[in-house]
């Protein structure tokens, strides 16, 4: 169709496009995206083997240590890890590949690939290039050796021809006697595997999907052919209303960096050395994606973050459903929202591996986690393989809708800068003693330890009980007629104390109170950053008292706020103050319609906070709370939430947002103050000593075959924590309930307020209704009693192995050998000689 090297000119179709600035990035975090004024693509050096093992043809090694040895393939950039002391192979492709019967066309190339590119063009479709098909295959690739390991330089792209170059629309006539006419039966075929006729608009649409690999050279060469130009694309786009895509170069840069670090693996992709033309700006970029792959003939499993930890088998036969991906730490709220009807549960840790018979593999995401996504298939749908791996977003893009007259368009919106983080993931591997889930539990645990991401171990000699009292909300009342809103107390100051005083009667002894709805204007209150005690709750010397109280009682208080959700604009101004989504529009979140379980936009939002403010709040927050003497402090959402500001002037990206949540949570520890938190992202767990509403589950997604305590597992012994509340979560069984606590290690959890019910009613807590605590306190005290019997022994103790002994059964182990199995079934269970009765559980081992 074109010569190597020609480009074709764009047709820019709207000065909208230019004024808003849509389709347009700026220079990348490497410089320029102006492709002359790349760096001249590095020559790199021939690498010198330093030692070969037979198993690995084709490879020489290009380091090694006391525990790994790595090697390389310099034809295709395959790396392997072999560990020293258990000899096992780790491949970033999978070694028979080439005899996969199932993968074909890009597909295939795949499974040679190290890293695919998924890219925008200027009208916001996507496409993509991977390592091997557009770099290795053209031998655009070089090596440098490393102190420790090597780097691997990738350029990716040509001049050539690509399915920008097709018409995304044609009419009828045309594509008949213009394109399919002049061709022979061979390349009417291609075209019409690529083309679908819209018998509506009498026009024949491009099938983005069936332009792949070989299909596309197919229909590339039969519109070239056919006699198809330059000048047929712009004038069949510009009849349809569609923009020709930019005639800039779809060049890519990027480089991965192996190192050996003691008895792990580090692979880096620095930030600095992304390139992408600015026409092209990069999507999303994947690691690894078939490190440690499964084949279809083996055993094993693959581990994903989703909520408290789930494993999918290898080779599971589920090829009708979907992929596993989740983004980490949950959804970016200035790019995605989140509705409420969803049962999905957050990925909260940085983390993902590979579980064989005799060995398994632990992958920690170090750098750009805020960005990341981890994804996971079994065999059987586009490979014969298992795999898991994490992907990054680079730079994100949403749609504006420009309407002139009868004429509607939609374009494309880009992130104005890239992500700034480089993107480094840690591989840690594990001979036979740990290739198990608990394994790597402990693994994650002890890297945890030694950087510092976990507090020191929780000193307990009791399971507490975790409480959330509602203080006040605002209502809408009216006076003569006229709506206005007022504060009203649902828990004052003075029935918070005769509540706990209530539960100490009944033999509650440790009690770790977060008391929500106390300053500035009750449970949704206004921007944090001064305090003015509610008086409808008991004002200053109202919570001076109760804290003090707390204090005497043996009470742990946690007042609670929210920093990064602001539901009222006094002291906050959302088009300032507020973070900014790509559209340019303030970040919010509507309430949710209790009976529909959807966004009310016809409701007042909230406004999310940036995170350049987060920690100027903080300080104000400090400042004023001090006075008032309480020990603790509850965080709502600093753990819960992570939001990126795409504001062009000021943006902060997700990792930038990370690094800023960090910040201000430091800067509470070091106020001297213990922190609940909800949710629990990792990046919080230094700072905490107590979660609520931390994850006790997975999303239990089609694909998953099994539900693991992974996270309990790994913060037990430094981190109290307890799931969502007994009274609004959807278990109905309370036996079931305290089943799941005692074997997850976890603590009991109510939320309730004194006045009535009919309180919350017609208000924006009707989630609330049966919160009244009066009739929940005999049960909160029994399944504390009951908990706290079962696991008083091993509070403070790390849990060091889960297992399924049976349908049914658990087996959690702590350190010091002490156990508990869980029998959820209605019949006895028999396990190693121990008799756990049905729907109960039984005590073993030393748990001193």
């Known amino acids: 169709m074109r010569a190597k090297g020609f480009k074709w000119t764009a047709v820019l179709l709207a000065s909208a496009l230019l004024l808003s600035g849509c389709g347009q990035t700026s220079p990348n975090a490497a410089g320029s995206a102006d492709i002359s ?120 792209g040509s001049e050539e021809a690509s399915i920008d170059d097709l018409p995304a629309k044609i009419s009828k006539e045309r594509f008949e006697t213009k394109v399919l006419a002049p061709l022979d039966k061979a390349g009417q075929r291609a ?192 490979n014969g393989y298992n795999s898991v791996y994490p992907s990054f977003y680079v730079v994100n893009k949403s749609d504006i809708t420009l309407q002139s007259r009868d004429m509607v368009r939609t374009l494309p919106k880009f992130q104005k800068r890239p992500t700034a983080s480089d993107f480094a993931v840690r591989y840690a591997f594990a001979g036979p003693d740990k290739a198990s889930y608990s394994g790597l539990a402990s693994i994650y645990r002890d890297y945890l330890g030694e950087t510092g991401g976990l507090p020191e171990t929780a000193q307990s000699e009791s399971v507490p009980l975790y409480l ?34 209530e539960l100490q009667s009944k033999q509650v002894e440790d009690i770790r109170l977060r008391y929500s709805g106390w300053f500035n204007g009750g449970l949704n209150h206004r921007y944090p950053d001064e305090i003015s005690v509610d008086r409808s709750v008991g004002g200053p010397k109202g919570l001076k008292a109760f804290a003090e109280y707390a204090q005497e009682a043996g009470v742990t208080l946690f007042p609670d706020t929210a920093l990064l959700d602001v539901h009222d604009k006094s002291g906050f101004k959302p088009s300032r103050d507020a973070s900014r989504t790509l559209t340019q529009e303030p970040a919010v979140l509507y309430p949710t319609d209790p009976a529909l379980q959807k966004r009310d936009s016809e409701r007042t939002p909230s406004y999310v906070l940036s995170p350049r403010l987060m920690f100027g709040a903080a300080e104000g927050l400090l400042d004023s709370f001090e006075r008032y003497g309480a020990s603790g402090l509850s965080l709502r959402d600093l753990a819960e939430q992570l939001n990126s500001d795409m504001s062009p002037e000021k943006l902060l990206d997700r990792t930038e947002a990370q690094t800023e949540a960090v910040r201000t949570l430091e800067l509470f520890k070091q106020g001297g103050l213990a922190l609940a938190a909800e949710g629990g992202n990792a990046y919080a767990w230094p700072y905490v000593s107590d979660l609520t509403d931390a994850p006790m589950s997975s999303s239990r997604f089609k694909l998953e075959d099994e539900e693991i305590p992974f996270y309990p597992m790994v913060v037990h012994g430094s981190i109290g924590y307890a799931g969502a509340p007994y009274n609004l979560s959807a278990e109905s069984d309370p036996k079931r309930y305290v089943l799941k606590l005692i074997e997850y290690g976890a603590a009991p959890y109510f939320t309730w307020f004194y006045a009535p019910n009919h309180a919350v009613t017609e208000t924006d807590h009707e989630e609330l209704y049966a919160a009244h605590y009066e009739p929940w306190l005999e049960t909160a005290a029994e399944m504390y009693r009951e908990v706290n019997e079962a696991n008083a022994a091993f509070a403070g103790k790390r849990i060091a192995e889960h297992e399924k002994v049976a349908e049914g059964v658990y087996r959690t182990v702590y350190e010091g050998g002490g156990y508990v199995l869980v029998n959820y079934n209605d019949q006895p269970a028999e396990i190693d000689g121990v008799t756990v009765a049905p729907e109960d559980y039984a005590i073993g081992g030393d748990p001193s």
């Not at 200027?122 to 090597?150: F, K, L």
């Open 37 to 156: 004024e790349w760096p001249e693509f590095p020559a790199g050096e021939r690498l010198k083997s330093a030692f070969a093992d037979e198993r690995l043809p084709g490879m020489i090694g290009v380091a090694e240590n006391e525990s790994l040895r790595l090697y390389l393939n310099e034809k295709t950039a395959e790396v392997a890890v072999v560990t020293r002391d258990g000899d096992a192979v780790w491949r970033s492709n999978p070694e028979d590949r080439e005899t996969d019967a199932l993968a074909s066309g890009v597909n295939k190339d795949m499974l040679s690939a190290q890293t695919r590119l998924s890219f925008y063009n200027a009208a916001g479709q996507s496409s993509s290039v991977n390592s091997y098909t557009d770099s290795v295959a053209h031998e655009q690739i070089s090596y440098e050796q490393q102190p420790s390991g090597v780097r691997v330089n990738y350029r990716f």
């Open 191 to 382: 075209l019409k595997i690529g083309y679908a006729e819209d018998k509506e608009t009498g026009a024949y649409v491009r099938i983005d999907k069936a332009m792949r690999g070989i299909q596309l050279t197919r229909a590339l060469e039969a519109f070239a052919a056919a006699g198809y130009t330059e000048e047929d694309l712009q004038a069949d786009n510009a009849e349809h209303g569609l923009e020709t895509a930019s005639g800039a170069s779809r060049q890519f840069r990027l480089a991965i960096e192996y190192s050996l670090e003691g008895d792990t693996l580090l692979v880096r992709v620095p930030a600095a050395d992304i390139r992408f033309p600015a026409e092209y700006p990069i999507h999303t970029l994947s690691l690894l994606d078939y490190f440690g792959a499964g084949g279809s003939k083996e055993q094993g499993a693959m581990l994903v973050p989703d909520g408290s930890g789930a494993l999918i088998a290898f080779n599971n036969g589920k090829t009708r459903y979907p992929a596993y991906q989740q983004d980490v730490y949950g959804a970016d709220l200035t790019i995605r929202s989140e509705e409420p009807e969803s049962r999905e549960q957050k990925a909260r840790m940085p983390v993902f591996g590979v579980i064989r018979e005799e060995s398994a593999m632990l992958g920690i995401i170090e750098q750009g986690a805020a960005v990341a996504s981890i994804n996971a298939d079994v065999a059987g749908k586009l």
């Open 468 to 501: 959330q009292l509602i203080g006040g909300i605002t209502t809408q009342k009216h006076r003569l007629g006229i709506p206005y809103e007022a504060e009203e107390a649902l828990t004052t100051f003075d029935q918070a104390r005769q509540i706990v005083s």
